[in-house]
């Protein structure tokens, strides 16, 4: 792998940026300083360092997003702001998208990663990964209900299905908060539109897919 990607990859700065961290002599390679962005190194056994500190290779990235409503769940879109516009530079860089999708006018957590084999098994039907949806509704549900918001666990995610179901209960969701997917919760401290990455204890609960992480 070149010099220049692997920095870029690690999160150090654009391929600019990492230009001129390089001719700075900032970065060093075993214990030399290199300048030279198109040096080939091997992540697993050169040690690379950026002002001292050692970088480590990611192969995968996973972001964990409370989305706002009005933003939409793709990689790009000419008419609305998209989910990867809320993201940093090594999201872009890494070609990350959403695992699955929320509406529009849907906000809660969203898990965006380039992991594709975990994608596909978390979105599988096979594996029956459950969503916990809270949804304001206008009106009352029932008699003995004394609130206006409801949980709704699904294990698929049909189109509108959460909205559907109170529907047919002849009422209108007014707002839609996906609060939960799989072993991930969101947790009340990451404000909408914010974004973390995965913490290690809710990547080693991903381990539960049984794919390469």
């Known amino acids: ?7 870029v990859d690690c999160g150090v700065g654009s391929r600019t940026e990492v230009k001129q961290l390089l001719k700075q002599k900032k970065i060093a ?3 030399k300083k290199e300048t030279a962005g198109k040096l080939q190194i091997d992540p697993d056994k050169d040690q690379v360092t950026f002002m001292g500190e050692d970088l480590v290779h990611e192969t995968f990235v996973y972001y964990l997003l409370n989305k706002p409503a009005g933003v939409i769940s793709a990689t790009e879109d000419d008419h609305h702001q998209t989910v990867l516009d809320l993201l ?8 990350v998208f959403p695992v699955g999708r929320l509406d529009i006018d849907t906000h809660g957590l969203l898990l965006l990663t380039n992991n594709g084999k ?8 096979k594996k029956h990964v459950s969503k916990i949806y809270r949804a304001q509704v206008a009106g009352i549900m029932d008699e003995a209900s004394a609130s206006s918001y409801v949980e709704i666990e699904i294990a698929e995610g049909k189109f509108h299905q959460v909205k559907r179901m109170v529907a047919a ?5 007014v707002d839609l908060e996906r609060i939960s997917m799989g072993p991930l919760t969101l947790y009340p401290t990451l404000q909408l539109g914010e974004w973390r990455r995965l913490q290690p204890s809710e990547l080693k609960s991903l381990e539960v897919f049984g794919v390469p992480l």
Do not use: Q
């Open 169 to 173: 209960c002849d009422k209108e969701v």
């Open 88 to 95: 940093d530079e090594t999201a872009h860089h890494k070609e």
């Open 118 to 125: 975990l994608a596909h098994a978390m979105l599988s039907p």
């Open 1 to 7: 792998m070149r010099l220049d990607k692997f920095l």
């Open 29 to 31: 390679v075993n214990g």
